[in-house]
């Protein structure tokens, strides 16, 4: 401080010796000389600009005003008055300083330095000036009076300090008595508002700081204090022995907008130790209230300490989300706390880090007794838990430990769940239990080269009244990094459920295990495992296994999933339908390769997903096993990419498929499929459908139909429906077939409309044989059109009445084993196809039908109901110049029972029967009619019961062949009369009788009246003839030439009268 005194020399010189000048530049000259004078005894330029008027200058003073520090103008001074005697002042000594509205400028910046701007330099410079050229007693300016200071803040901490008084400052020690107000703010809603007064005095004996606070208020975020008093003290003696005392208090104190009970602290610290007491209410019943008591230090150099609390969880809950800026949790319930142990002694080298030697050298132990009355749950539920316990705490060599006693358990009740959370847990209570008897759950903290680390090991389990349970288990490591604290090396978990409901599965147990964690500062990685034993009852599965496993990577960028071995699902009693019969086991084989399973982005991109399937051997049938299919082992991925937003697509890829119809010989090939779905607020619809078979093949021997390739697709259309297209193709595309439909959801129904081109078959071209094989023998050289178009509407099976499916026939011809038919047309409508009806009077006609008995113009109508039923209006037909005509026959397809249908014939004429039976040698005349009934049973198939004809008069019979046939050759005398007679025989009478089945003997009696002239001299001959033998045969095979006597097998018997 000897500079100051040199100073003020060299103004008065100036004055003194230049005075007329000097009053001339007073503002510019003296300013500049005292920058000199002041930069010169610093040793260094710490000015850079220095302004000022001089108000007065004599050898008993001096008065400076309007004083400028620097060219940012960071400190200022309306007046200085300087009281000096100018011998003492030749010295460097002065009598009293005066600063009138001192300015200063400071900058707090967010680390709590302080900056002094531009002063910074002045600062440095005055702690670092040696003065040693100065007596020792050496003190320039014995008092110092403020008035009216005010320092300026600006930073981190905005606002104003106003300081007001005098303070004396000697070689020997220093006093002060300062008026202080204060207005601080700090972001948007933190202030501090307070006056009092400071008393600082240092001396020989010790140095002696006391604040007073008369009056205060501080708002921190929801937290505000007002009515603030109290006192804070600090001593020090000359021994260097501290004493400590704090001792405030508020009037009033809120919360988040709830008043708090008259808070307070009170602190100690003296050579006997420490103590301080905090409590929130009433000094003698507080509910919230900690204590810390640290005796002296012991004989080995440590301090005892004790730690007591209790809190009200209510107003602690309050407290806290005031200062942290959030709503109250709403927690009620109590603590209490009880704690002891030893620190260490302050090292004497501060560089030593206090705080690492008391974290490394403390032990302490106790306990903390929790009781919750009521915890609210988060949204999306809601609910009210509750639950006690007691934790233990340990600290010691760096590690503090915090263990449940015993398992520390929770009850919640809700009063409203999520559909998600009822679905996993149901909608009861749910018991949550930290730790159990056997092991805790434990919070360890500690160091590794000098790096906080945080450790949670133990079991947490959630049990429902449902009985789901999910636990977590093992142990979780994390430290913090850059970006917070992130789990670290060695962090082991196991993550179990039971009994636990995801419609539409059932979980018995899961779990997912995480291990092999390695954390850098930008990446993480671990090594998962995930096993699944349930089952899904309503989709049809009675057992489900899932075991899947990979490796995680997490970075900056995005978190990948990796299965590079394939996972497996097994599926047991899988029943696709109640139509089907369940499937004994599905095995399939999931992910495998290096390609990511999972892609979640860490900026705003979607979220991708890929799964690469395999599928075991599957064989689907009925429940009565009718019918069975068998799939082929077939590969499969699903993808799928959606957003934050639950926006996205998903897709499906199916390929190499290969099925067979067991027992069929049916197989499709080269089957793929080509699934799409759009998603939109996570639900996913469908946007396209595409199926391709390369073969639909029948591989018996006769197969039914040629090999077919199918293509199929399907899309969304208007009104939620969705339309599908599907052609098949074959013979060479002679046979097209085309499907086109809507699925209408909304009615659960499905209306396709089905188109056959029309078939064109040609002799010596296209034939039945090249569409179905096993029709060859069928169908030979025919010629004509089959085409089918129309439309078929499920559940119903039914086609609507405007537009029936249709079967066209267009003037069809064929042969074949059982016979020919020429000209056949009609069409057939199908009003359903599930079971099978048509419309009533449907009408089928031929030109001709020869199946061994050629029949002219037949025609049917009839009518298919219900699928069982064929109604058979009437049959009518040309047959031998006759007809042949039935009515009103019903034929229950299903049915097990006999049908009967009546043919009445009229007027067939016995010449043409002549030529149809075609022997050689055989001719007739006359006409017959009468009835056929044909029976056809399930279990015996066709027959003909009580079958008669009548000759409707006279006629004719002569069989006179050139060569006998060796069948009738030597057969004995009866057969030799007969064959007599009927070399020419004139009937008056003839009557036909029959019964028997096809493949079977017939019994046929034919009686027959009238005379032959060339025999007897045309005596009158009666013949009553039994025929017994396999007779469908004589039709089969009449133009083959057979004769009689190859279905004569038993007997014949014959009644000549009058012979």
Known sequence: MHWLGRVLIVLALAVAVLAPAVWLGRDTMLPRLAQWAI???????????????????????????????????????????VVYEWRALLAGRVADVVLVGPTVSIRVDDDGSVSFGSLDRVRAAILDRDDAGAPADFWPVPSVRLIGTRINIAGAVAGAVRLTG???????????????????????????VASGRAVLGAGPEGRRFVVTLETGEITFGQLSLSGLKGTASLGQSSEGAVTAVIDLRAREAWAAGAAMPLPAVFARLDRFGASAVMRLGPVDAPDTRLAITIDRRDEDGRHRIQIEGTA?????????????????????????????????????????????????????????????????????????????????????????VVETVG??????????????????????????????????LSLLLTTVDAVPRLAIAGPVTARAVSGATVSVDGQALAAPMSRGWRLVNDTELAITASHVTLEPLRVERAQLTITDL????????????????????????????????????????????????????????????????????????????????????????????????????????????????????THATFEASVDRAGRGSARLRLRDGRAEAIGTGVTLEGLAADLRLAVAAGVPSLDRLELVAARLSDRRRLPWFVPLSLEASARPAAGGRVGFLATARGANGALVIDVAGQVMPSRDAVLATFKVFPIEFIPGGLQPADLVPAAAALFRDASGRVAVDGTVGWPTASAPVDDPLTVSIADLSFTGS????????????????????TASDQVLMATAIDLGVPIAQPVVRFQVTDGDTLRLNRIEARFADGMVLAEDVVIPLAADEEVTMTFDVTDVDAARLAEVVDLAGLEASGTLSGR???????????????????????????????TLPTALRDVGPEVSLMLQVIRNLVYERLELEADGKPGEPFDIKLRVRGANPDLYDG????????????????FLNARRSLGLGDVLLRRIQTDALGG
């Open 407 to 440: 398992p520390f358990q929770i009850d919640t009740e809700f009063a409203r769940t999520s559909q998600a959370f009822e679905r996993v847990l149901g909608d009861g209570p749910l018991t949550m239990t930290l730790g159990s008897k056997a092991r805790p």
């Open 518 to 633: 390695t954390v850098t500062e930008d990446t993480t990685s671990a090594v998962w495992a995930l096993a699944v034993d349930g089952s899904a009852p309503s989709a049809g599965a009675e057992g489900i296994a899932l075991s899947l496993a990979g490796h995680a990577e997490h970075d900056a960028a995005r978190t990948t999933l990796v299965a590079r071995e394939p996972g497996r699902l097994i599926m047991r009693g899988v029943a696709v339908g109640d139509a089907l019969a369940p499937m004994e086991t599905v095995t399939v084989a999931l992910g495998g390769g290096s390609r990511p399973l999972l892609v979640v982005p860490a900026d705003e991109a979607p979220v991708t997903l890929r799964m690469p399937m395999s599928l075991s051997a599957l064989r689907l049938a009925d429940r009565a096993e009718t019918w069975a299919v068998a799939i082929d082992p």
């Open 1019 to 1034: 005596h009158p001959v009666a013949l009553n003839v039994t025929l017994t033998g396999r007779l469908d045969e004589l």
């Open 818 to 837: 059982l016979g020919s038919v020429s000209g056949l047309k009609g069409e057939v409508s199908l009003t359903g196809v599930d079971p099978i009806e």
């Open 39 to 81: 930069n010169r005894s610093l040793g260094t330029e710490a000015i850079d600009a220095l302004a000022f008027r001089v108000q007065r200058v004599g050898l008993d003073g001096l008065s400076l005003t309007d004083i400028r520090v620097n060219r940012d103008d960071q400190a200022s001074i309306d007046r200085l008055d």
């Open 312 to 400: 009200d969880l209510a107003r602690l809950d309050t407290v806290l989300a005031a200062v942290m800026g959030r709503a109250a949790v709403g927690v009620t319930g109590s603590a209490a706390l009880r704690a002891a142990g030893a620190i260490p002694e302050a090292p004497d080298d501060p560089g030593l880090g206090w705080a690492d030697v008391l974290w490394r050298e403390t032990t302490a132990s106790g306990g903390i007794d929790l009781r919750f009355d009521a915890i609210p749950t988060p949204d999306p539920v809601r609910g009210v838990a509750t639950g006690s316990g007691r934790l233990v705490v340990a600290m010691a060599a760096g590690r503090l």
């Open 166 to 192: 005098p303070a004396t400052l000697a070689p020997g020690g220093l006093g002060a008595t300062l008026d202080i107000d204060a207005d601080l703010r700090r972001g948007f809603g933190d202030r501090l």
């Open 932 to 962: 056929l009934p044909v029976v056809w049973s399930p279990r015996d198939g066709v027959s003909v019961r009580a079958a008669r004809l009548a000759a409707n008069g006279g006629g004719t019979v002569r069989y006179a062949p050139a």
